[in-house]
């Protein structure tokens, strides 16, 4: 069986575990935090999420995770059959990572120790998120999924990055980011419905607290020193 390392904060962790949830695969899940020597031991850069495969593999990185269990586990695809199309899939999941969730992510220091983000800091997000709405506009179809006809793991993948983008980016740029993508707002929010979506939402809220009391405990040691 697989084993899901990791913390139901973390929209990393959650987008596994919606694939595993979406597949039906039986899975235990295991709570380590960033840092811990547990999981410096099973996660190369000591980063969550990381599985532990039925063979006894450790993988880390989230894309990672969701090809090897598409491959190992092709029952409820998640890819389409044909090649061009699943390069495109994986094209709207490498833009949102690079263009949406990476410039979100660089805000979470400052909203968690308190500090003013700079203006500075704050164009340069911008800049890379326009580029990231400019791109996913081109590139998703909704229609009703990411891409297309079928769910695929796109749409698993974008929905997750979203819950950063919406939560750090658009609330220190004061901006509507996802508004900006003709279609989103209601792919995502149809997203957040299924059943799966709202599962792994109510053990996210179980996690928040003890999650948020381990930032603020790191950033008084940080303060300390
Ligand atoms: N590229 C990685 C990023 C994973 C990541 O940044 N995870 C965060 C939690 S959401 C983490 O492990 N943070 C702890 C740390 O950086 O020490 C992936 O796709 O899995």
């Known amino acids: 069986m697989i084993t899901l390392h990791g913390f139901a904060a973390s929209n990393y962790y959650n987008l596994v575990k919606h694939v595993l949830l979406y597949k039906q695969l039986p899975f235990q899940e295991n709570l380590l935090y960033g ?4 999981l410096l031991a099973i996660s190369p850069a000591g980063k969550v999420p990381a599985i532990t495969t039925a063979d006894g593999l450790y993988l880390s990185e989230s894309s990672v995770i969701c090809d090897f269990i598409e491959e190992t586990y092709p ?9 061009g199309e699943r390069a495109v899939v994986r094209q709207i999941m490498k833009i949102a990572e690079l263009y949406f969730e990476l410039p979100s992510r660089r805000f979470i ?4 120790s308190g500090a003013e983000i700079p203006e500075l800091v704050k164009g340069e997000v911008r800049q890379v998120l326009n580029r990231g709405v400019t791109a996913l506009s081109r590139l998703c179809q909704f229609s009703p999924w990411i891409a297309g006809e079928q769910l695929t793991m796109a749409d698993i993948y974008v929905y997750y990055v979203n819950t950063i983008v919406s939560t750090f980016g658009s609330s220190q740029l004061e901006w509507d980011i996802l508004a900006e993508v003709p279609g989103m707002k209601e792919w995502n929010d149809a997203m957040s419905q299924s059943v799966i979506s709202q599962n792994v939402e109510a053990d996210r809220l179980i996690n928040k607290t003890e999650f948020m009391q381990k930032v603020q405990a790191q950033v008084k040691a940080a303060k300390a020193k």
């Open 109 to 112: 220091p400052y909203v968690f």
């Open 35 to 38: 840092g811990s020597d547990e």
């Open 75 to 83: 029952a409820t695809p998640l890819y389409p059959e044909n090649a």
